[in-house]
Structures are given as structure tokens and as C-alpha cells.
């Protein structure tokens, strides 16, 4: 699976380490290619836990970034929990379909 994301302003180096350590951390990415402020990451929703999507959409959320990208994990079975209005992201990563 492919995704596209906006890249968030980054107030310092850190600030920037801790993001991509946070993408790198998920052991489903396999590729990430910058396209000038977007960044293009590939993984392979096979070794996608629940855990592991759990922490991208709180790093997502933490770094202000869109969670639409995501909306496509929601039609795999397995994550069809994501759909859960319940859930503190729904409204933002849903916000396309209403």
C-alpha cells in the first residue's frame, strides 16, 4: 500500500529526528521518498499490527498531519475496526466521506 502525506512544519532538528524515528519504528514501512513537502511511504499491510497502526495514527495525529491517507486500511477486514466512531481520529480521518 501506498500513502502520500503533508509534511508538518518542524520547530527543530529533533523535532525532525523524533518524526522519522517514529516512521522507521513501524517495521511495515519499507520505503519513504520525499516529494518536496510530501512524502510518499510505502508498506506492506501484511506486517501491519494493530499496535504498529495504532502508533502511526498517534504519530500522525501528534504532527498535525492529515489522517485521510489512511482511510484505505479501514477497508481491510482486519482494520475495519478503524471505522469505530468511537475512536478519537474518526472525525479526522473520515472527513472526506461526510
Not at 500513502?3 to 512544519?9: D, Y
Not at 517514529?22 to 516529494?35: E, S, T
Amino acid at each position: 500500500m501506498r500513502i502520500e502525506i503533508r509534511l508538518c512544519t518542524f520547530y527543530s532538528l529533533g523535532d525532525e529526528r523524533r518524526f522519522f524515528q517514529g516512521l522507521k519504528d513501524v517495521a511495515a514501512i519499507k520505503h519513504i521518498q520525499g516529494m518536496g513537502r510530501n512524502l510518499m511511504i510505502d508498506f506492506d499491510i501484511r506486517h501491519l499490527s494493530k499496535e504498529a497502526a495504532w502508533d502511526l495514527i498517534a504519530l500522525f495525529w501528534r504532527y498535525g498531519i492529515s489522517l485521510v491517507p489512511l482511510q484505505e486500511l479501514a477497508t481491510k477486514k482486519r482494520f475495519s475496526w478503524l471505522r469505530d466512531e468511537k475512536f478519537y481520529w474518526h472525525k479526522r480521518m473520515f472527513k472526506s466521506l461526510r
